[in-house]
């Protein structure tokens, strides 16, 4: 393992060496975040959401159990790149079929070990999420590729990640379309119980998905700042009291947005999987999956009631329109990777099909 | 939903004595729990009756009875007090059995008082095993095969229908007592017939053993709106088969991926919410198979248990203390996160970081025993250890064991394995034992595959590839110098947990050179935080762990700061006592003004809460790693800061041993010279002589001829002590020159095996270590001081105890009573005096404690101790002087007339009581072992009994110590020659209070010429006898028959297997009280005496010591 930096934008250097697969010209570069799981590396590498950024694992040691086929979130990570403390020399799982390190080189994603990832965090943590650069290549030519790089404000990533082909999945007895602007595949796994699901391109017309009168319409997650995806809130508007709809994390921003709400970026976002967040309609606290840098600006969605709100900070997390058959929420009810709490959403989501059939 | 009004008087149960299975982390659970309670505003009443607890003192509840604990005795608690409500799960299994049994006896109904926490319901469903597996598979989830009996016959009945291998374990237990592993039929026998004796209720489980499965922990909590969380999640590395207690274990569980992971969180809340545990903590076990992943659960506790305690150390939350909130009624989300204060309680933490718990075990305490490890736990206490990677907080953990290991190998202890064939290494590593990690270490170095070792051992593979990084970075450093080693060498080689020492042996050169070198190039320790959530957020709480990174996250400090050293890890003969001494240091010095920084290992102790200190550092008690934290403390340092010094003698042997380490100037109170003065035998003796106190005769020796030629002079019975040793470790009595020559052998450095040589282990004999050879007293009565003494040079006596049995019983395991009962006033003046004189002769600035001997009215001195000892607590309680706070004044400065004034140093109360202090030992565990008392300290734990009189006290003592005084029935007689004539007295008492005598032929012989009728007449143990009532029947058989409620059996013979052992191993096994002092038998009579005259009484301590009212440390 050659000896690699990891330097941010602010100037910031961190010693480690590189693992997984070598950036071109030593030097790889995307917006830094970190994710504060201890198990599921594998989900939140190949989780769509992630495109633009790098990955700083909280969790020391990463790789432990492997790579398994079953737990990929998507085709291939979209993530530019894995910041850890220590990757596993020796995996040990019944599941796993490679190693983490054989898994990101085989896809292309470089990654920087021996970090103080604490350090790290505590830097995010205190300038927010930033751009950064790492690789073999001197401090200088990192810093220039740091600073030279744009961020994720006002770009639409979500284009990129989506499938470009429709595709059909699951058999329930209900017909969902899920549009995909980084549809992770738990989501599919939940809804494939229920209905027939027809996942469709980002940019897929509305009148083209009302034309086969779907029961409902998922709006999936997906990287990146929802103010760049006019094309879809449009759809969204033009779908809005046609079909009950459901939004999960941007799907739930970009749903904000059609009923006329704003969003605005986090500091440093909520990425983790131990979020309590409270469900106002039973008082009751769920712990959840959460990864989205923009969030929902309270109060600012007309005809809309705030359904959950996160205990630590007061971000809005869910919202249900009172006249319209839509809701949302900005956290992750399909899990994968993370806790099972909040899954009875998908089943909200039958009971509000089922009653629009 | 908020705290509960309707409820205002609280009665919280302890857990009673420390014993194998349940020690000190009840303390600290208890002790956050009376805070908690307090702040919130209700009336505590809390009954335990260990002395030695924090929770005990009179400063954390309204009402602290120190009382056996006893359903009779809670029920009289009960009656006085009146409490709304009983908390029963914060007190370990004795509060729940407790708990259960005052619900039974109607004791509860009775007075109107409601269990809060978990319902007698819930308990029974969980820790009745088969309804707890009836309950599991209602929720599908699956547990192993499995069925249950109540005799033999139905067990080989289940047996024949489950198959081996099978695995038999007891309804009722803790700790796993009377469990294990049958592979045949035969060994199926045995194990059977004890589990059924052992379980309170008769009944077994027999189970399909899944020993090899991965085990895991979960510690869940859940509150009144039936939220629920996972506040840590904990991977055996010993796979299942071994206690979870005696497994190394680490958090957070590091081989599950999300989904297997996920599904135990799903089934863990599924487990919770059937059982019904309303509010708080519950740890529950999973097993699962390597090969396929499938599931199987294998316990609940219903309760904050030891690994409860594990998890809020290793996570930063406070299990107990939010347990204890939301029982009386709070929601995890009204609850705030202490260390967060911004988000709440209503979450799972996440850490970037690794726990690794190690168990420390006292094998060698208890020769004959083997150290292997299996379902029943033998540990007696554990070290923890935080680093950013496995390998640095395995390497840290083992050397917080202080058992001589500088971590993992690398160091002289691993040479014990050079010898040792390849295969022989694989053979022994296959039975885990104590040394597995060493054996993997030297086998991975040795080269040997880990597919071998991990199909042998069961270890995971993860592991194994943890430690083989351990092993790659060895082999880079071989053949390097210290000169050139580069930063990054340096680096790499500390990130993996490598200790200076290690490295200064890998090197060639010395520790000190090796820090110097290291410091050189820049490679110093950086402190980070434990916060629970990973750095998301900022943490508001000081609590550090040491780690080689990039930034150090000590904040600085403005206020002058006292370093106060903890014990480590709990060992027989240096236990709880003194967390409680370093916790009460901590209180009285924050109340004076200090800031106080806490460096300990040991996760069951109050001392390593994160509030206790102002600053904790949870880190291995040793010279590298405390002189790391002085340095750090100094660095922060600003205007009005600067550290004081370090508080080396309350923390017990183990600070006072880093002493003369340290700088000199930050070394406070008792100066190291004259702690080395009191351990060094030839300089202790001259000052004895010039004080004209005196001494047992004896030298020092460090040889076979050395000490043949002292025995010479002094002649025989002699003691063997090693020097530096605490709880009379290795200590032997010799009558002969065989037995020395055995004795000796077993002081040899390292080789040795077993218990021969384990002396080794912690540094063996050498020059600096000599043996000291002492002419053995006998029949004399031993006492013990406490005392104090400030700068100007005034001493308070804090308490001078009389032990109930002569010396020769290790003080550590002896009954001890204040006020002595027996002695004149002029002995106890005369051992005052030399106490004075051997203080001020020390120069004692701080706590010391001294040892006599009185025979035939003479006393002398047996050893001083310029440190706080393990009566400290006991004392306190007894005269309700807070002992352990003065002295901790005294240490930085304070003179006890200030103190006084201050209304610290109040004078002795309690005047009109009798208090006794009764050791409570493991036998029960180690049903191989003889019983005998003597002069190796073998006890685990304390209680303490008070009252009126010292027969009562003591009566209350037994019963506290699970050994309840009979009031009827036989007593049976087996006295030693010497002790026939003293034994006479207890025999003639027993027959007034109108007991039936049994004896073995010679004490009958010797009872009935003196006129004392002996019922029954039984054989030598073997040799069946004609004639005398005793027909046939042999002391075991007597004992089985359960006619015998007590026995006094004193040795005879020197041989571990001689007659009496067979007796006092089957009393023990049959749960008779056996004594095997003629000195404890007249203390029972005395006792029984007084308690068939008298109605039992309880007094809170408060009471006893007018004035003692509540005032919370902080
Ligand atoms: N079916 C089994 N097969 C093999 N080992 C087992 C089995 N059940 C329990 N054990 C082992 O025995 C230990 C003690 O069992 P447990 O039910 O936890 O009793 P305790 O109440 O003493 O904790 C466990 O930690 C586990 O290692
Ligand atoms: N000369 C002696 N005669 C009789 N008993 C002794 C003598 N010396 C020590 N003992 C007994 O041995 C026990 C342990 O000795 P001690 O020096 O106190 O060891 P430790 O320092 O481990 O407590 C004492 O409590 C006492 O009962
Ligand atoms: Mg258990
Ligand atoms: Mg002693």
Known sequence: ?????????????????????????????????????????????????????????????????????????????????????????????????????????????????????????????????????????????????????????????????????????????????????????????????????????ARTPAEEVLADRPDGVLLSNGPGDPAALGYAVDTIGAMLGEVPVFGICLGHQLLATALGGTTYKLAFGHHGGNHPVRRIESNGVEITSQNHNYAVADGSVPGADITHVNLNDGVVEGLRSRDLAAFGVQYHPEAGPGPHDAEYLFDEFLLLMEAGR | MPRRDDLSSILVIGSGPIVIGQACEFDY?????????????????????????????????????????????????????????????????????????????????????????????????????????????????????????????????????????????????????????????????????????????????????????????????????????????????????????????????????????????????????????????????????????????????PRVSRSSALASKATGFPIAKIAARLAVGYTLDEIANDITRETPASFEPTIDYVVTKVPRWAFEKFPGIPDALGTSMQSVGEAMAIGRTFPESLQKALRSLEHGRWGLNCDPGETALDSVSDDELVRRASVATPDRPFQLEAAMRRGIGADRLASATGVDHWFLGQIGSIVGERERLAGRRVQNMARSDWRKAKRLGFGDAQLARLLGSTEDAVRRARLAVGVRPTFKTVDTCGAEFEAATPYHYSTYEDEDEVRPSRRPTVIVLGSGPNRIGQGIEFDYCCVQASFALRQAGYETVMVNSNPETVSTDYDTSDRLYFEPVGEEEVRNVIEAEQSVAEAGGGVVGVVVSLGGQTPLKLAGRLPRELVLGTS????????????????????????????????????????????????????????????????????????????????????????????????????????????????????????TGEIVIGGVMEHVEEAGVHSGDSACVIPPPTLPTSTVEVIEGYTRAIADALDVQGPINVQYAVKQGQVFVIEANPRASRTVPFVAKATGVPLAKVAARVIVGATLTELRAEGLLVSPGGGDRVSVKEAVLPFARFPDVDTLLGPEMRSTGEVMGTDRTFGLAFAKSQMAAGARLPDAGAVFLSLADRDKSAG???????????????????TAAFLEEHGVPVETIVAKVGEVRSGGDGEGVDAIELIASGKVKLVVNTPRGRGPRADGAYIRTTASVQGVPCLTTVAAARAAAAGIADWAGHPLTVRSLQELHQGDQLRLPL
Request: proline share 6%; hydrophobic share 45%.
């Open chain 2, 984 to 1002: 006479l007295g207890a025999a003639v008492r027993f027959v007034e209070l109108g007991f039936s005598l049994a004896a073995t032929g010679g």
């Open chain 2, 29 to 301: 659970s208890g002790t956050q729990a009376c805070r908690v309670l307090v702040e919130e505003g209700y009336r505590v009443v809390l009954a335990n009756s260990n002395p030695a607890t924090i929770m005990t003192d009179p400063e954390f509840a309204h009402r602290t009875y120190v009382e056996p604990l006893d359903v009779d005795v809670l029920a009289a608690i009960i009656e006085r007090e009146r409490p709304d409500a009983v908390l029963g799960t914060l007190g370990g299994q004795t509060a729940l059995n407790l708990a259960v049994g005052l619900v039974e006896r109607g004791v509860l109904e009775r007075f109107g008082v409601e269990l809060i926490g978990a319902s007698a319901e819930a308990i029974h469903t969980a820790e009745d095993r088969e309804r707890f597996k009836a309950a599991m598979t209602e929720i599908g989830l699956s547990v192993p095969p499995s069925g249950f009996a109540h005799n033999h016959e139905e067990a080989l009945g289940v047996a024949e229908e489950i198959g081996f291998p099978l695995i038999v374990r007891p309804s009722f237990i803790l700790g796993g007592a009377g469990t294990g592993i049958a592979h045949d039929l035969d060994s199926f026998r045995a194990l059977a017939r004890t589990a059924i004796a052992t379980s309170p209720i008769s009944e077994i489980l027999i189970e399909r053993s899944i020993a090899g499965w991965k085990e895991y922990e979960l510690e869940v909590m859940r509150d009144r709106a039936d939220n629920c969380v996972v506040v840590c999640s904990i991977e055996n590395l010993d796979p299942m088969g071994v206690h979870t207690g005696d497994s190394i274990t680490v958090a957070p569980i590091q081989t599950l991926a999300d989904v297997e992971y996920q599904r135990m969180r799903d089934a863990a809340f599924a487990c919770i919410r059937r059982i019904g545990v309303e509010t708080g903590g519950s740890n529950i076990q999973f097993a699962v198979d390597p090969e396929r992943g499938d599931m199987a659960v294998i316990e609940m506790n």
């Open chain 2, 672 to 791: 190291p010279e004259a702690i080395d003065l009191a351990e060094d035998r030839e300089r202790w003796s001259a000052l004895c002589a010039r004080l004209e106190i005196p001494q047992p005769a004896g030298a020092t020796a460090t040889s076979v001829d050395e000490a043949l030629a002292v025995l010479g002079r002094i002649g025989y019975p002699a003691l063997l002590r090693p020097s530096y040793v605490l709880g009379g470790r290795a200590m032997e009595i010799v009558y002969d020159e065989p037995g020395l020559r055995q004795a000796m052998a077993a002081l040899a450095p390292f080789g040795g095996t077993g218990a021969a040589g384990s002396l080794g282990r912690e540094g063996g004999l050498s020059a600096e270590r000599p043996v000291l050879v002492d002419r053995f007293l006998e029949d004399a009565i031993e006492v013990d001081v406490d005392a104090v003494r400030d700068r």
């Open chain 1, 1 to 201: 393992m050659s000896d690699a930096l990891l330097v941010l934008a602010d100037g910031a250097v961190f010693e480690g060496e590189a693992v997984g697969a070598g950036a071109p010209g030593g030097v790889a570069t995307g917006e830094v975040v970190f994710n504060t799981v201890m198990s599921g590396y594998q989900e939140v590498i190949t989780d769509p959401s992630y495109a633009g950024q790098v990955i700083t694992f909280t969790y020391p040691h990463i790789g432990n159990y492997g790579v398994a086929p079953d737990d990929d979130e998507s085709r291939r990570p979209w993530c530019r790149g894995v910041v850890v403390r220590d990757l596993a020399p020796r995996p040990s799982s019944w599941r796993s079929v490679e190693s983490l390190g054989d898994f990101l080189e085989r896809h292309g994603v470089p990654g920087i070990a021996g970090i103080d990832t604490r350090r790290l965090t505590r830097h995010i943590r205190e300038a927010g999420a930033l751009p950064c650069a790492f690789g073999p290549a001197d401090e200088k030519t990192l810093l220039a590729a740091a600073q030279a790089e744009p961020g994720t404000d006002g770009v639409d990533l979500a284009t990129a990640v989506s499938t470009p082909q429709p595709y059909r999945v699951g058999d329930g007895p209900l017909r969902v379309v899920a549009y995909d602007f980084g549809l992770k595949r738990a989501m599919l796994r939940r809804l494939g119980a229920m209905a027939r699901v027809d996942v469709v391109p």
